[in-house]
């Protein structure tokens, strides 16, 4: 472990090549990443990150901002504290920008709107929980003593691995919900990241999956944070 700047900067960008996810760390966390950037390596990397630069370039995101974020403070976010301060309601605020951020995220690479904050408390909780709980369960898995004991609670379908293939379940069910309602429209490569993946024709639905899960994780477990702190 290390914070040093001049360290971070060799490890993730002048030697990023050097220092690959490996055989020990992808099969950990294949059920729940597959192939996405957060659990790949060499030219399959490479692409992703490509493809997403252009996406989020400081302009892209600029404007992103400026359009959809301040509409979503506005209109949902603001509300919602609004009646918790007349109600003398109790809100839990992390959950709450976890919601916000996932919105945003969704909106701004897969032009989707999950609508998770809400006034009226509807929205995709499930999704949220279960994606929690994939998350926390998958990170687990590096700290057993005994790592076979990973593959014996998966065969047997007990304990955390059958909770972690419940909730992998209900995330696969929502990112390909996402990729099947943007089929049915005309594809613009240069409208979201999502439709820049699609826009080739070779990438398969599980990949797309794979990408919409990496992406939303990328957000959620970012941004959220970044605004509790401040």
């Known amino acids: 472990m290390t914070a040093n700047p001049s360290d971070l900067e060799h490890v993730l960008k002048t030697n990023f090549g050097n220092y690959p996810k490996g055989n020990h760390f ?3 966390l294949k059920d729940f990443l597959g192939h996405g950037i957060f659990n790949s390596d060499g030219e399959l990397w490479k692409l992703q990150r490509k493809t997403a630069s252009h996406e989020f370039n400081t302009k892209s995101l ?7 974020v301040t509409i979503e403070i506005n209109t949902r976010l603001l509300p919602i504290l609004t ?7 109790v ?8 919601c916000f951020a996932f919105d945003n995220i969704c909106k701004l690479a897969f032009n989707v709107d999950p ?5 009226d408390g509807t929205g995709a909780f499930e999704f949220m929980r279960a994606f929690e709980e994939a998350t926390k369960i998958s990170s687990y898995r590096f700290m057993y003593a005994f ?5 014996v609670k998966k065969f047997l379908n ?6 972690l293939k419940e909730s ?7 990112a390909d919900n996402i990729i099947r309602s943007r089929m049915g429209q005309k594809v613009d490569k240069e409208k979201d990241l999502l439709s820049r993946f699609m826009s080739n024709e070779e990438n398969s639905l599980e990949f797309l999956r794979d990408i919409v899960i990496s992406f939303i994780l990328a957000g959620r477990d970012t941004r959220d944070g970044t605004r509790i702190r401040s």
């Open 26 to 28: 992808t099969p950990i």
């Open 62 to 68: 600029r404007n992103f901002v400026m359009e959809n």
């Open 83 to 89: 009646q918790a301060s007349k109600t003398q309601q």
């Open 91 to 98: 809100l839990d605020l992390q959950d709450i920008l976890e």
């Open 115 to 119: 609508s998770c904050v809400s006034v």
């Open 147 to 151: 790592p076979f004991m990973v593959k």
């Open 158 to 163: 007990i304990g955390s691995e059958r909770r």
């Open 168 to 174: 992998i379940k209900i995330v696969h069910e929502f």
